[in-house]
């Protein structure tokens, strides 16, 4: 069946899938290339879907003056809906990844005053626990995530930018931590001096 | 060297008949999973490496980083 022959409803369809396809696609390549943890098999099988419902649209059609445009659209708005399910999880993945590695950070230098170096952390930190928040909502709803996809991304690139950040002071931080350490460690060996003193001053 | 070890290891559990635990006998699985997608993947260079992660090892995810506040709750 030709493209042009199409009702305008399937073929406006068409293309709002279409664009569905790019988004997931490029969001399976975030979660791929910047994350490093390989393919995200759930958003695999939600592309799998998506071309299923297309690919019956045109199956049952053998008489191409009878398109069921009702049936055609319904099949490909399922489409459209498994495309952004697999946004959501191409996004999910790769947010859960750079939350993990927020704890790792969080964990890593309970003990070392952050502020010092990084004033926003506990700003920053807040915002963290906020987007756990909203995805203890979303995981709620284990049929319609799709819905949440628009505010998938804004998180995503929330959690990543903050992860990033915090990796960037990293360094700094250390250093932070080395040099307290070893004052630290001068006034243990002061004390430890000022007791010898005062003991070999007694013994006398 | 490393081979013979776990050579050695192997055969020294089959002589006990120690059972494998659920978690090793998951891990197992999981790695000739791993292995077939890496021998049979055409095109995508993370499958050629077996790296990919399931609808299980996400759920894990989500559960390990909710369970986990960076700020004290109100």
């Not at chain 1, 406006?12 to 975030?30: I, P, Q």
């Not at chain 1, 010092?116 to 995981?139: A, V």
């Not at chain 2, 192997?10 to 659920?22: C, E, Y």
Request: glycine share 2%; with cysteine.
């Amino acid at each position: 069946m030709l493209f042009a022959s199409l009702p305008s409803s399937i073929r406006a369809k068409l293309a709002e899938f279409e664009r569905e396809y790019r988004r997931a696609e490029s969001a399976l390549k975030v979660h791929e290339i910047e994350v490093l943890m390989g393919l995200v098999a759930p958003a695999l099988n939600e592309f799998r879907y998506a071309g299923s419902h297309l690919s019956r649209i045109f199956a049952d059609d053998e008489d191409t003056n009878n398109l069921d445009e009702i049936a055609a659209t319904q099949a490909i708005d399922e489409g459209i809906r498994h495309l952004r399910r697999a946004t959501y999880d191409a996004y999910d993945a790769a947010l859960l990844f750079y939350l993990r590695k927020c704890d790792a950070f969080n964990r890593e230098y309970k003990h070392t005053t952050v502020t010092t170096i990084l004033p926003s952390f506990p700003d920053e930190q807040t915002q963290i626990d906020t987007i756990k928040n909203e995805l203890d909502k979303e995981y709620r709803d284990k049929e319609r995530r799709d819905k949440y996809v628009e505010s998938k991304e804004q998180q995503y690139l929330r959690a990543r930018d903050i992860s990033q950040k915090w990796e960037r002071y990293r360094s700094e931080l250390n250093k932070e931590r080395a040099k307290n350490l070893r004052s630290t460690l001068l006034s243990i060996l002061g004390i430890l001096i000022t007791l010898a003193a005062l003991l070999v001053a007694l013994i006398k | 060297m490393f081979d013979r070890l776990m050579w050695f290891l192997r055969t020294i559990r089959q002589m006990m008949i120690l059972p494998l635990t659920k978690t090793q006998l998951r891990r197992q699985d999981e790695d000739i999973a791993r292995g077939i997608c890496a021998y049979l993947s055409r095109g995508n260079v993370s499958l050629q490496q077996g790296l990919f992660v399931t609808a299980e090892e996400i759920e894990q995810l989500r559960h390990e980083t909710l369970a986990y506040r960076l700020t004290r709750k109100k």
